[in-house]
């Protein structure tokens, strides 16, 4: 028996070619699993997504393996791909156990097995010390469930893009203790040559089901035949797949808001815009056979180059199928339940899906054949039989699970549909990206709450639902938000407003609280300059540039802005912006173009720096400082911020307009107005209120009342309401 080196890296012999290199979430795969095996885990599912590289793990695991190794799966298919795999890795003392394989060699250190043989045949003459699955969501069959028994001391590592299985057998307990996710949709669709976001579309033409039996977790084969052999569906099929399958998408820059409210360029789909191109070669999914072959006829009537296999299909005919689909003398195999796994056929681009189905392992598993990258061509999923409405986008995340049936995880984005083309887009999109229809505006409406958590809600505590306001008003204060944020949140969570003291104490604290003002008038502030800067790119694209060149509005007034002296000088976005965030998000460049000089870069971080302790009034005098800086020279620029940071230091003009001395002289007053600081209390008015707040040191002048403990953050509150509210160190649930 020939020894192979297990985890630690090395090659097989001196001759073998070097091993593929591995992705980043391929080795980090690799680390993880080494780390499990060596704690004592022994029975490891790896979820991947379709196209993510499972057999280049497998690959990599029996390369690198010291003891006898057995790899087992249920498709012809995956046996081959496994065996070319093995050998494009110089590993090639491996034997085969399908059938009346040649290739069959019980001495053999690794051994690729079929399970229908595999469990028709006596014990191994090697016992395998690591059994490797694919397609592991099947091993919960009686097959499956006799290897884990047979073989109890090897360690098994299933490989699964959907573990889940319809009849609703858990893939835990006695076959598999750990469940680790390799790769995400998310992460690989951020890499264009990984994987590929499919267009999806859906027809306003819906089979109706309701008379059709569901059996064994699904709906009832011949049933559903029937009813989508429906003359009417099989045309709108075949129909829609004539009228999208040539159409390549063009893609422009556009402008959008991101997730952080930033306006961005990016390439994206031009509506209304494409190119006609070459038919995208097709997998049709069907109900049964009937229904397959009825379809591949109407294929075939339209002009298409189609055949129809199904599991009677002798096998050397569909390797023949597969290679013409390859070489493009097909463009579409009508199927049912064929195609589902075990497909490396990058060229496959479309999938026309005429199977209603319940199961979500086969709607992710037909779909995900088309998103491995083939040049530049977009995959194209066209939904007839309503999946996506059942089980949302097929490429979307999953939170799986070894014990119940997968969900969806929280916060995931629902894609809406357009009513003119049937596209699925993004939910914020106001023009469809495909035929560039507008979608009716929404008024916004309140959470449906399940009639379980409106019942369970409703007998939370009055202290709970305290705890929960609270949260949202510490929230809305540390970010800008106005009073309101906290009792939306109240009213979204409970469905039911929260009690008016509460809304109202949260208000007169907004009107007392200097800093939490400042922060909303930014957050404001930075809203209206982005709209403007929307306007201004809208008028560029639309060739409008009279307002911009002449820095006229359009009802004739200057698009000026008045200086401390009383004239007027242009506005640029940077001297807004750094007024209002911690840095110009769209430039560090003045409105003639030329880079700022890095002298007035670092004033404005000062600026920056000391804004937390300054007032109103501080604001409009620094304003008023950097808008005369900004017409002159960089030269005069630069030598007027050094002098002006200077004097903005020394001194300083009060809220109500008098002048402070310098910070020496602050500290020597402070220290005179109390001996011992440390043990003095100072009662100070907030402005513009009569709430007293109680300062420890009387040289602290930059107290903020937040910073205060629970029950004198809230001065205007009740006393009951603030006995209730949640400790600081809680996390905000939202």
């Not at 039911?496 to 008038?521: C, H, I, M, V, Y």
Request: proline share 7%; with cysteine.
């Amino acid at each position: 028996m020939t020894s192979l080196p297990l985890f630690p890296t090395g090659p097989l012999s001196a001759d073998a070619p070097p091993k593929k290199e591995l992705r980043p979430y391929q080795d980090l795969a690799i680390r993880k699993l080494m780390v499990l095996v060596s704690g004592g885990t022994k029975r490891i599912l790896l979820v991947a997504p379709c196209a993510s590289g499972k057999m280049v793990l497998v690959s990599y695991i029996i390369r690198t393996a010291t003891v006898p190794v057995l790899f087992v799966c249920h498709l012809r298919e995956l046996v081959e791909q496994c065996v070319n795999e093995l050998a494009a890795q110089g590993v090639h003392n491996v034997g085969v156990i399908r059938g009346d394989d040649d290739r069959y060699d019980p001495g053999a250190s690794v051994q690729v097995a079929s399970i229908q043989t595999l469990s028709r045949r006596p014990p191994l003459a090697v016992t395998p010390g690591i059994i490797l699955i694919d397609e592991c969501h099947h091993a919960g069959s009686d097959s499956y469930i006799r290897l884990f028994r047979q073989y109890p001391d090897a360690i098994f590592i299933g490989f699964s893009a959907s573990p889940s299985r319809l009849d609703g057998k858990p893939l835990g307990g006695e076959l598999f203790q750990h469940l680790e996710v390799v790769a995400t949709y998310f992460e690989l669709l951020k890499r264009p040559d990984w994987l590929v976001a499919p267009d999806i579309f859906s027809s306003p033409l819906k089979p109706d089901l309701s008379e059709v039996e569901t059996l064994g977790g699904d709906f009832q084969e011949d049933q559903l035949g029937i009813v989508m052999s429906a003359q009417p569906l099989v045309g709108d099929a075949v129909g829609h797949w004539l009228k999208l399958a040539h159409k390549h998408p063009v893609l422009g820059p556009v402008r959008h808001v991101n997730a952080r409210g930033r306006m961005v360029t990016t390439l994206e789909r031009l509506p209304n815009q494409s190119t006609d191109g070459e038919r995208r070669r097709t997998f049709a999914f069907c109900s049964n056979i009937h229904h397959s072959m009825v379809v591949a006829e109407a294929f075939e009537r339209a002009g298409a180059r189609v055949a129809h296999l199904d599991g009677k299909t002798p096998s050397d005919q569909r390797k023949a199928m597969l290679a013409d689909m390859r070489s493009g003398k097909l463009e579409v195999i009508c199927n049912c339940n064929i195609l589902l796994e075990g497909v490396d056929l990058p060229s496959l681009k479309c999938v026309v899906h005429c199977r209603p189905t319940q199961s979500l392992v086969l709607w992710m598993q037909s779909t995900a054949r088309a998103f491995r990258p083939y040049g530049d061509i977009t995959p194209l999923i066209l939904d007839h039989a309503g999946n996506f409405d059942r089980h949302y986008a097929p490429h979307e995340d999953r939170q799986w699970s070894l014990v119940h049936k997968p969900i969806r995880k929280p916060g995931a984005i629902t894609l809406k549909l357009c009513r003119n083309c049937y596209a699925y887009v993004q939910p914020h999109k106001i023009l469809c990206p495909y035929c560039g229809s507008e979608f009716p505006k929404q008024e916004p409406k309140t959470p449906q709450q399940t009639e379980e958590e409106l019942v369970r809600r409703s007998a939370d505590p009055m202290d709970t639902r305290r705890s929960l306001f609270t949260k949202m008003a510490l929230l809305a204060r540390s970010r800008g938000y106005k009073p309101g944020f906290a009792s939306a949140r109240f009213l979204e969570h409970y469905g039911t407003w929260p009690p008016r003291d509460w809304s109202e104490g949260l208000k007169a604290l907004f009107a007392s609280d200097e800093k939490w003002q400042a922060l909303n008038a930014r957050r404001e502030e930075r809203k209206k300059l982005e709209a403007e800067e929307e306007r201004e790119w809208n008028k560029l694209e639309s060739g409008d540039t009279s307002e911009i060149a002449t820095g006229q509005e359009s009802d004739g007034t200057s698009k000026l802005s008045q200086c401390s002296d009383g004239t007027s000088e242009p506005v640029t976005h940077c001297e807004h912006d750094r007024l209002l965030t911690d840095s110009c998000h769209f430039c560090y460049r003045e409105s003639d173009g030329t880079s700022e000089p890095s002298a007035t870069k670092n004033h404005h971080q000062e600026q920056r720096t000391a804004y937390n302790g300054t007032t109103s009034s501080e604001l409009e005098y620094r304003a008023a400082s950097d808008r005369t800086t900004l017409g002159t020279t960089p030269e005069q620029r630069a030598a007027a911020n050094c002098t002006t940071t200077t004097t903005q230091t020394e001194q300083r003009t009060a809220p109500n307009g008098t002048t402070t001395t310098t910070p020496e002289q602050r500290t020597a007053s402070d220290r005179a107005t109390s001996t011992s600081p440390m043990q003095t209390s100072e009662q100070r008015t907030a402005p513009n209120s009569t709430t007293t707040v109680t300062y420890n040191d009387a040289s602290d002048r930059s107290v903020d009342p937040w910073d205060l403990p629970v029950d004198q953050r809230f001065p205007l509150l009740t006393t009951e309401f603030i006995s209730l509210a949640p400790d600081e160190s809680d996390d905000i649930p939202f």
